[in-house]
């Protein structure tokens, strides 16, 4: 099974909500990430997860804030978000970096559209 | 960082033509991956390529990692076919991170 699946589908939410965006994969990977793309943008790396613990964080406002509660779960709670943060945001997953008997192959799921009013 | 750049920008193709894809890097690569991003935004795995020659139905991918290029070939090309195309590499230097960088992308459409 190579999929990874995301919750909600589209989300539109005003500038006070707070809100989650929900990512599960159940390919045995312990590697999972969360993209921006902009319109007509290529996606943009925010987080790495990495053995359920956050490895890097691209320096994204602390309006954004991740969570890895286990091995196959990736959220993103999002809290006062301006306009611009409209988007779609992409989970994706792969292996652990240099495990010996495997690859970064990073696989996607389909995507959250969230828009802010 | 690694620099990534892929050409064309925007290609328009006939029906049933053939097409290759460029996408060219600046560094070194752990890993080199080819997506194809539907008009609903799904980010499609077609090839994990960091060297050599892969092929899936119609299409094919080439990487010569000592020369920092690889190609992506579509041929017979469908409607279907129509979407972004883009190149992400892993560079091999810095901090071991799992970081992909993405080119911009080539945008195909396929007209019947």
């Known amino acids: 099974d190579t999929e990874v699946t995301q919750t909600p589908k589209h989300l539109v939410m005003g500038m006070t909500n707070k809100k989650s965006l929900k990512c599960e994969q159940h390919?045995?990977?312990?590697?999972m990430y969360w993209y921006k793309q902009k319109a007509k943008k290529p996606p943009e790396l925010m987080f790495v997860y990495s053995y359920e613990k956050l490895s890097i964080n691209e320096s994204v406002p602390s309006r954004f804030s991740p969570e890895c509660p286990n091995s196959s779960l990736l959220n993103l709670h999002l809290h006062a978000l301006q306009p611009e943060d409209s988007a779609l945001y992409l989970c994706?997953?792969?292996?652990?970096?240099?495990?010996?008997?495997?690859?970064?192959?990073?696989?996607f799921g389909p995507g959250t559209r969230l828009t802010v009013l | 960082g690694i620099q990534v750049e892929q050409s064309p920008p925007d290609l328009i193709l006939q029906e049933g033509a053939n097409s290759t894809l460029r996408c060219n890097f600046s560094d070194s690569v752990n890993n080199l991956q080819w997506f194809h991003q539907n008009p609903w935004g799904q980010l499609i795995n077609l090839f994990y390529i960091p060297s050599g020659t892969k092929q899936n139905g119609r299409l094919s991918a080439t990487t010569v990692a000592t020369e920092r290029y690889s190609l992506l070939y579509i041929s017979s090309s469908q409607t279907t076919d129509s979407g972004v195309y883009f190149c992400a590499v892993e560079p091999q230097s810095g901090a071991g991170s799992y970081q992909l960088t993405f080119g911009k992308g080539t945008k195909l459409s396929v007209i019947p």
């Open positions: 390919m045995g990977h312990r590697a």
């Open positions: 994706a997953s792969s292996h652990p970096y240099k495990l010996p008997t495997s690859r970064n192959e990073q696989f």
